[in-house]
Antibody
Framework: EVQLVQSGAEVKKPGESLKISCKGSGYTFTSYWIGWVRQMPGKGLEWMGIIYPGDSDTRYSPSFQGQVTISADKSISTACLQWSSLKASDTAMYYC???????????????WGQGTLVTVSS | EIVMTQSPATLSVSRGERATLSCRAS??????LAWYQQKPGQAPRLLIYGASTRATGIPARFSGSGSETEFTLTISSLQSEDFAVYYC???????????FGQGTKLEIK
């Protein structure tokens, strides 16, 4: 079964750092882009960025460039999203998702992780 | 930056009836459009990509249409499990962009 399994919920204080993860299985992890999507409480979906685990090529949404870092370790089929200094406004559910690809063209996010809830509060 | 606008924000429809959800792009995106369904407490699920291609395992009552700037998701004969929030998303490889609309909540009338 193709799946993405994310790390568990986190509760952090403003200014702290954090790294959450997304482990792929059931497919060739290095052959598909992985994206991260934010969903703030009661709000819609926002694309944050994507990474190609095969060579760690990374692209960020302009809205999130410089705010987060996306990385991947292909040896353990895991992609990560990290913050160096959290803010209360980073409180949200974060999803990783695999990009469906056809003929070398990236399409939509076809497989989603279960989400990681990040709460930032003093 | 392309802006995706969905309408209506909320749609009330009875079971067994047809629902039509709209999505508009601020400029042409050809057919690079996907639809997702999200139920409370769950991750989104891909329904449609390429404006009209159903994803694996998606029932035939879900259909997508449109091109350029105007797109529609139609759900024929609504089932109880179809009441959820639906998002459209445009995708582009270069520059990379995977922008979502703000969502349409489909509720039981």
């Amino acid at each position: 079964e193709v799946q993405l399994v994310q790390s568990g919920a986190e509760v952090k204080k403003p200014g702290e750092s954090l790294k959450i993860s997304c482990k792929g299985s059931g497919y060739t992890f290095t052959s598909y882009w992985i994206g991260w999507v934010r969903q703030m409480p009661g709000k819609g979906l926002e694309w944050m960025g994507i990474i190609y685990p095969g060579d760690s090529d990374t692209r960020y949404s302009p809205s999130f460039q410089g705010q987060v870092t996306i990385s991947a370790d292909k040896s353990i089929s895991t992609a990560c999203l990290q913050w160096s200094s959290l803010k209360a406004s980073d409180t949200a559910m974060y999803y990783c998702a695999r990009l469906l690809s056809r003929d070398g063209y990236n399409l939509a996010f076809d497989i989603w992780g279960q989400g990681t809830l990040v709460t930032v509060s003093s | 930056e392309i802006v995706m606008t969905q309408s209506p924000a909320t749609l009330s429809v009875s079971r067994g009836e047809r629902a039509t959800l709209s999505c508009r792009a601020s400029r042409s995106i050809s057919r690079n459009l996907a639809w997702y369904q999200q139920k409370p407490g769950q991750a989104p699920r891909l329904l449609i990509y390429g404006a009209s291609t159903r994803a694996t395992g998606i029932p035939a009552r879900f259909s997508g249409s449109g091109s350029e700037t105007e797109f529609t998701l139609t759900i024929s004969s609504l089932q109880s499990e179809d009441f959820a929030v639906y998002y459209c998303q445009q995708y582009n490889n270069w520059p990379p962009a995977y922008t979502f609309g703000q969502g349409t909540k489909l509720e039981i009338k």
